[in-house]
């Protein structure tokens, strides 16, 4: 156990933080969450007109819900229980961590609320929509959100390992405790069409929803450069 500790430390110390200005800036935007409001207005946009009133309101509550249990479980159970240092509040490693604009976190942080919280919507998402593509990106976006995490420190990679399992077993839970519920209309449309995807969500709106998603990394990455050179 001790030798898994040091390893995570060490995985953990190479990947946190550069000497880029540019990275800095890229990652502490990439975390916070406001940064992604338009993708999140989209996904709201893209279910309420693929369903009914009634069907798009069930899956906005699961999704809250889903993403109220995730932040219950992970800060309100576990952190406090296992309680493990963050690594930027680790006496025996805070002064090695490279810290972005003194963000530390607080002081527990198994598991990452971030890799949980991102993989539980990802796992929901990727069931509800059934398009290789969409999952795909919903995972690349998980990974990438997670990551930066890890690049500040306020995470090991045991953490955020942890946080994806727990957030794939939750979102995959809740999406079939809300099939269930709402049997047949959501769940098992078997849509045969090259418009639609099974589940009745169109394809063109699939489409969108990535471009959405991808041009929010290209501002991001645009927003982090003016940063930089300000």
């Not at 709201?44 to 007109?49: A, D, R, T």
């Not at 490693?93 to 490279?98: A, E, K």
Request: proline residues 2%; neutral net charge.
């Amino acid at each position: 156990m001790h030798e898994l500790n040091e390893l995570d430390h060490q995985l953990t110390l190479a990947i946190n933080g550069s000497d880029s200005l540019f990275w800095d800036n890229l990652m502490y935007t990439v975390t916070d969450t406001f940064s992604w409001t338009v993708v999140i207005i989209t996904l709201l946009l893209i279910i309420f007109k693929n369903n009914s009133w009634k069907e798009a309101v069930m899956i906005y509550v699961t999704i809250a819900l889903l993403i109220f249990v995730a932040d219950r479980i992970c800060s309100g159970m576990v952190k406090p229980m296992v309680a493990r240092w963050r690594p930027t509040q680790d006496p025996q490693l805070m002064y090695l961590v490279d810290v972005v604009r003194d963000y530390r976190g607080g002081r527990f942080g198994f598991f990452s609320g971030h890799a949980c919280n991102t993989m539980c919507v990802a796992v929901f998402l990727s069931w509800l929509f059934r398009s290789p593509k969409v999952t795909a990106t919903l995972i690349f976006w998980s990974l990438t959100t997670t990551f930066t995490r890890l690049y500040l420190g306020v995470h090991y990679l045991g953490d955020v390992t942890v946080g994806f399992i727990i957030g794939a077993i939750l979102g995959c839970l809740f999406y079939w405790v809300m099939e269930g519920f709402v049997h047949p209309h959501i769940g098992m449309k078997h849509y045969i069409s090259e418009q639609f995807t099974s589940t009745g969500y169109m394809r063109s709106d699939m489409d969108t929803f990535m471009g959405i998603i991808f041009f929010n990394y290209i501002c991001v990455l645009i927003f982090s450069m003016t940063l930089g050179i300000g």
